[in-house]
Protein backbone atom coordinates (compact mmCIF):
# COMPACT_ATOMS: atom_id res chain seq x y z
CA UNK A 1 0.00 0.00 0.00
CA UNK A 2 1.26 3.42 -0.67
CA UNK A 3 1.86 6.23 2.45
CA UNK A 4 2.36 9.71 2.31
CA UNK A 5 4.26 11.45 4.54
CA UNK A 6 4.37 14.96 5.66
CA UNK A 7 6.85 17.03 8.07
CA UNK A 8 6.77 19.04 10.28
CA UNK A 9 3.16 18.18 11.46
CA UNK A 10 3.10 22.19 12.13
CA UNK A 11 5.33 25.51 12.22
CA UNK A 12 5.37 28.46 13.59
CA UNK A 13 7.53 30.64 12.13
CA UNK A 14 8.41 34.64 12.13
CA UNK A 15 7.72 37.02 8.81
CA UNK A 16 10.77 36.84 6.85
CA UNK A 17 12.32 33.64 8.15
CA UNK A 18 12.64 30.76 5.65
CA UNK A 19 10.63 27.78 5.06
CA UNK A 20 10.77 24.40 4.15
CA UNK A 21 8.38 21.65 3.98
CA UNK A 22 8.56 17.87 2.79
CA UNK A 23 6.50 15.43 1.73
CA UNK A 24 7.83 11.24 1.09
CA UNK A 25 5.85 8.79 -1.16
CA UNK A 26 6.44 5.35 -0.20
CA UNK A 27 4.93 2.01 -1.93
CA UNK A 28 4.54 4.29 -5.68
CA UNK A 29 6.91 4.81 -8.14
CA UNK A 30 7.28 7.94 -10.22
CA UNK A 31 3.95 9.16 -9.07
CA UNK A 32 2.48 12.41 -9.95
CA UNK A 33 2.99 14.63 -6.72
CA UNK A 34 1.30 17.93 -5.82
CA UNK A 35 1.54 20.64 -3.50
CA UNK A 36 -2.08 22.60 -2.25
CA UNK A 37 -2.54 25.31 0.21
CA UNK A 38 -5.45 25.76 2.13
CA UNK A 39 -6.25 29.08 4.01
CA UNK A 40 -8.15 28.70 7.22
CA UNK A 41 -11.44 28.09 6.46
CA UNK A 42 -10.82 27.96 2.65
CA UNK A 43 -10.75 26.24 -0.32
CA UNK A 44 -7.69 24.39 -1.50
CA UNK A 45 -5.08 25.82 -3.84
CA UNK A 46 -2.72 23.62 -6.24
CA UNK A 47 0.63 25.72 -6.14
CA UNK A 48 2.86 22.78 -7.68
CA UNK A 49 3.04 19.79 -9.55
CA UNK A 50 5.68 17.39 -10.63
CA UNK A 51 5.36 14.38 -12.57
CA UNK A 52 9.20 13.26 -13.19
CA UNK A 53 12.13 13.97 -10.61
CA UNK A 54 13.95 16.86 -11.34
CA UNK A 55 11.14 18.82 -12.92
CA UNK A 56 8.27 20.78 -11.39
CA UNK A 57 5.79 23.36 -12.66
CA UNK A 58 4.25 26.37 -10.98
CA UNK A 59 0.71 26.57 -11.12
CA UNK A 60 0.06 29.76 -8.95
CA UNK A 61 3.05 32.61 -7.70
CA UNK A 62 2.80 32.99 -4.01
CA UNK A 63 6.69 33.71 -3.28
CA UNK A 64 6.65 29.62 -3.10
CA UNK A 65 8.92 27.39 -4.75
CA UNK A 66 9.08 23.48 -4.93
CA UNK A 67 11.77 20.95 -5.69
CA UNK A 68 11.70 17.17 -6.39
CA UNK A 69 15.24 15.88 -5.64
CA UNK A 70 13.83 12.04 -5.67
CA UNK A 71 11.43 10.58 -6.89
CA UNK A 72 9.45 10.05 -3.92
CA UNK A 73 10.61 13.48 -1.80
CA UNK A 74 8.65 16.54 -2.64
CA UNK A 75 9.71 19.76 -1.35
CA UNK A 76 8.20 23.12 -0.77
CA UNK A 77 10.10 26.26 0.28
CA UNK A 78 10.58 30.14 0.43
CA UNK A 79 12.70 32.15 1.25
CA UNK A 80 11.36 34.57 3.00
CA UNK A 81 7.98 33.81 4.68
CA UNK A 82 5.11 36.40 4.25
CA UNK A 83 1.89 36.55 6.71
CA UNK A 84 -0.01 35.77 3.72
CA UNK A 85 1.64 31.87 3.70
CA UNK A 86 -0.04 30.84 6.32
CA UNK A 87 -2.19 27.94 6.70
CA UNK A 88 -2.50 24.41 5.70
CA UNK A 89 -0.11 22.81 3.56
CA UNK A 90 -1.00 19.41 1.73
CA UNK A 91 1.02 16.99 -0.84
CA UNK A 92 -0.81 14.60 -2.47
CA UNK A 93 -0.05 12.13 -5.45
CA UNK A 94 -2.10 10.81 -8.05
CA UNK A 95 -4.43 12.52 -10.00
CA UNK A 96 -4.19 13.12 -13.81
CA UNK A 97 -7.60 11.86 -14.45
CA UNK A 98 -7.74 10.26 -11.31
CA UNK A 99 -8.14 11.09 -7.66
CA UNK A 100 -5.40 12.46 -5.72
CA UNK A 101 -4.22 11.38 -2.13
CA UNK A 102 -3.33 13.60 0.10
CA UNK A 103 -1.26 13.42 3.45
CA UNK A 104 -1.63 14.64 7.02
CA UNK A 105 -0.71 18.40 5.95
CA UNK A 106 1.70 20.87 7.74
CA UNK A 107 0.02 23.64 9.57
CA UNK A 108 1.88 26.80 9.20
CA UNK A 109 1.39 29.74 11.16
CA UNK A 110 3.58 32.65 10.28
CA UNK A 111 3.95 35.86 12.94
CA UNK B 1 -10.46 27.87 -17.89
CA UNK B 2 -12.46 25.98 -15.30
CA UNK B 3 -14.71 26.70 -12.40
CA UNK B 4 -16.49 24.76 -10.08
CA UNK B 5 -19.29 26.43 -8.10
CA UNK B 6 -20.74 25.16 -4.65
CA UNK B 7 -23.29 27.83 -3.59
CA UNK B 8 -24.15 26.51 -0.40
CA UNK B 9 -21.53 27.24 1.93
CA UNK B 10 -23.08 25.98 4.86
CA UNK B 11 -25.81 23.26 5.63
CA UNK B 12 -27.49 22.10 8.67
CA UNK B 13 -29.66 18.83 9.05
CA UNK B 14 -30.86 16.32 11.19
CA UNK B 15 -30.26 12.93 11.42
CA UNK B 16 -31.66 10.49 9.41
CA UNK B 17 -32.33 13.08 6.70
CA UNK B 18 -31.44 12.67 3.04
CA UNK B 19 -28.45 15.27 2.17
CA UNK B 20 -27.75 16.60 -1.19
CA UNK B 21 -24.95 18.83 -1.68
CA UNK B 22 -24.53 20.95 -4.83
CA UNK B 23 -21.34 21.37 -7.25
CA UNK B 24 -21.97 23.09 -10.42
CA UNK B 25 -19.14 23.51 -12.94
CA UNK B 26 -17.77 25.60 -16.05
CA UNK B 27 -15.89 23.83 -18.79
CA UNK B 28 -16.75 23.74 -22.00
CA UNK B 29 -15.24 19.64 -22.45
CA UNK B 30 -15.72 16.58 -20.83
CA UNK B 31 -14.96 17.24 -17.41
CA UNK B 32 -13.42 14.34 -14.99
CA UNK B 33 -15.08 15.42 -11.19
CA UNK B 34 -14.31 14.30 -7.70
CA UNK B 35 -15.79 15.07 -4.47
CA UNK B 36 -13.23 14.99 -1.36
CA UNK B 37 -14.38 15.38 2.25
CA UNK B 38 -12.51 17.24 5.01
CA UNK B 39 -13.15 16.15 8.85
CA UNK B 40 -12.22 18.75 11.25
CA UNK B 41 -8.51 19.43 11.27
CA UNK B 42 -7.65 16.64 8.85
CA UNK B 43 -6.53 16.61 5.74
CA UNK B 44 -9.01 15.37 2.51
CA UNK B 45 -9.82 12.05 1.66
CA UNK B 46 -11.57 11.32 -1.29
CA UNK B 47 -14.98 10.18 -1.73
CA UNK B 48 -16.31 9.24 -5.52
CA UNK B 49 -15.10 10.70 -9.01
CA UNK B 50 -16.77 10.03 -12.29
CA UNK B 51 -14.61 9.66 -14.98
CA UNK B 52 -17.01 8.72 -17.84
CA UNK B 53 -20.04 6.00 -18.28
CA UNK B 54 -22.97 5.78 -16.06
CA UNK B 55 -23.54 9.16 -14.28
CA UNK B 56 -24.85 7.57 -11.15
CA UNK B 57 -21.60 6.96 -9.23
CA UNK B 58 -21.04 5.69 -5.83
CA UNK B 59 -18.87 5.83 -3.36
CA UNK B 60 -16.92 5.32 0.01
CA UNK B 61 -18.73 6.02 3.05
CA UNK B 62 -22.25 5.50 1.51
CA UNK B 63 -21.96 8.34 -0.47
CA UNK B 64 -23.02 8.78 -4.32
CA UNK B 65 -23.17 11.43 -6.69
CA UNK B 66 -24.86 12.21 -10.08
CA UNK B 67 -23.51 13.73 -13.00
CA UNK B 68 -25.67 16.01 -15.16
CA UNK B 69 -24.47 17.19 -18.39
CA UNK B 70 -27.82 19.10 -19.24
CA UNK B 71 -27.16 21.75 -16.11
CA UNK B 72 -23.46 20.91 -15.35
CA UNK B 73 -24.15 19.68 -12.05
CA UNK B 74 -22.52 17.21 -10.04
CA UNK B 75 -24.69 17.01 -6.60
CA UNK B 76 -23.59 14.39 -3.98
CA UNK B 77 -25.80 12.74 -1.98
CA UNK B 78 -26.24 10.72 0.56
CA UNK B 79 -29.58 8.93 2.75
CA UNK B 80 -29.80 8.66 5.72
CA UNK B 81 -27.38 11.30 6.62
CA UNK B 82 -25.54 10.36 9.76
CA UNK B 83 -24.23 12.97 12.29
CA UNK B 84 -20.51 11.23 11.52
CA UNK B 85 -20.85 12.82 8.25
CA UNK B 86 -20.35 16.10 9.83
CA UNK B 87 -17.61 18.13 8.12
CA UNK B 88 -16.32 20.08 4.95
CA UNK B 89 -17.36 18.63 1.15
CA UNK B 90 -15.17 19.70 -1.62
CA UNK B 91 -16.56 19.32 -5.08
CA UNK B 92 -13.29 19.26 -7.52
CA UNK B 93 -12.95 19.08 -11.59
CA UNK B 94 -10.17 17.96 -13.49
CA UNK B 95 -9.88 19.36 -17.33
CA UNK B 96 -8.59 16.91 -19.92
CA UNK B 97 -5.19 17.58 -21.60
CA UNK B 98 -2.08 17.44 -19.87
CA UNK B 99 -1.90 20.39 -17.35
CA UNK B 100 -2.72 18.18 -14.04
CA UNK B 101 -4.65 20.91 -12.25
CA UNK B 102 -7.04 20.03 -10.02
CA UNK B 103 -9.96 22.89 -9.36
CA UNK B 104 -11.55 23.29 -6.52
CA UNK B 105 -15.09 24.83 -5.16
CA UNK B 106 -15.10 26.37 -2.36
CA UNK B 107 -16.44 23.67 0.04
CA UNK B 108 -19.77 23.18 1.81
CA UNK B 109 -19.85 22.86 5.67
CA UNK B 110 -22.66 20.14 6.51
CA UNK B 111 -23.79 19.84 9.95
CA UNK B 112 -26.09 16.97 11.07
CA UNK B 113 -27.71 17.34 14.01
CA UNK B 114 -28.07 14.20 16.12
Known amino acids: AQTIHQWPVAEIKAVGSPLSLGCTIK??????LYWYWQATGGTLQQLFY??????VESVVQLNLSASRPKDDQFILSTEKLLLSHSGFYLCAWGGQYTEVFFGKGTRLTVV | AQSVDQPDAHVTLSEGASLELRCSYSYSAAPYLFWYVQYPGQSLQFLLKYITGDTVVKGTKGFEAEFRKSNSSFNLKKSPAHWSDSAKYFCALERGGSNYKLTFGKGTLLTVTP
Open chain 1, 27 to 32: GKSSPN
Open chain 1, 50 to 55: SITVGQ
